[in-house]
């Protein structure tokens, strides 16, 4: 499948955004949930979170309801997943907002005590990231935390190996074209190890980098500020 062909593939798969992700990616909602519940902030504080490559808005809407008083401001690249982000949100009033935009290039502001990303940034190249990681350093408020969701690659090829193929059995398993999406992957993703990824967290000026869960080639990293 071309681009094109691709991203009508995602269209089509708007409206069953959480089922696809759900055949796609191994546990999922119990990630996105364990990512929300690593927010090191009292539940009664008024936090300002950004939700990077929102999608349709399952990160911000359990923050919104884990933090009572929290604000959440979505940012996604695609009008399509925004759409479906805000009608699931709008019930939240003020306390969410929306931006369409490209991280890579436009300014997603600044101010935040959190900064989540769910499996968003493994589009990125090597530089592309690193560069993205000080910009997202310098957008938290001090103490701030950043947390994301990633693809990755062990640092054993071996192991990288052995996690694709697990990987593909699940999404066939699921009754999905597991030979699709792994090309998809190859042409597509950047994976990073966790390793390096923190190293580089560390060189944008985060403390305390850690991977708190990790399932074959998927991992939650966060850094401190
Ligand atoms: C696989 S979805 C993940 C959505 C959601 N964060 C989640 O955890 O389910 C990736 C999202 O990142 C967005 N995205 C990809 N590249 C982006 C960019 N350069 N700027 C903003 N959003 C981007 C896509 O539009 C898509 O909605």
């Not at 300002?48 to 008083?69: I, R």
């Not at 071996?158 to 190859?186: A, C, I, P």
């Amino acid at each position: 499948m071309d681009e094109h062909q691709v991203q009508e593939h995602f269209r089509k798969q708007v409206g069953d955004y959480v089922g696809l992700m759900s055949r796609l990616i191994p546990e999922y909602e119990k990630g996105q949930r364990f990512l929300c519940e690593l927010i090191p902030f009292d539940k009664k504080q008024a936090i300002n979170v950004l939700d990077l490559g929102s999608g349709p808005g399952g990160l911000s809407e359990l923050v919104l309801e884990m933090y009572p008083k929290a604000k959440v401001h979505a940012f996604d690249l695609t009008e399509e997943m925004l759409l479906v982000c805000q009608e699931r949100l709008n019930k939240y009033e003020s306390r969410v907002t929306f931006q369409q935009g490209d991280y890579k290039k436009d300014s997603f502001g600044s101010g935040y005590d959190v900064i989540l990303a769910g499996l968003t940034l493994h589009h990125l190249t090597d530089e592309e990231r690193k560069s993205i990681f000080q910009v997202i350093h310098d957008a938290l408020k001090d103490e701030g935390i950043f947390i994301a969701q990633e693809i990755i690659v062990d640092e054993d090829p071996y192991v990288t190996e052995w996690h694709y193929s697990l990987w593909r059995n699940f999404m066939k398993s699921n009754g999905e074209d597991d030979e699709f999406w792994y090309q998809k992957h190859n042409e597509k993703d950047h994976p990073v190890s966790v390793e390096n990824q923190l190293e580089w967290l560390k060189n944008a000026g985060f403390s305390h980098t850690a991977c708190h869960w990790r399932y074959w080639n998927f991992a939650i990293i966060s850094g401190r500020k």
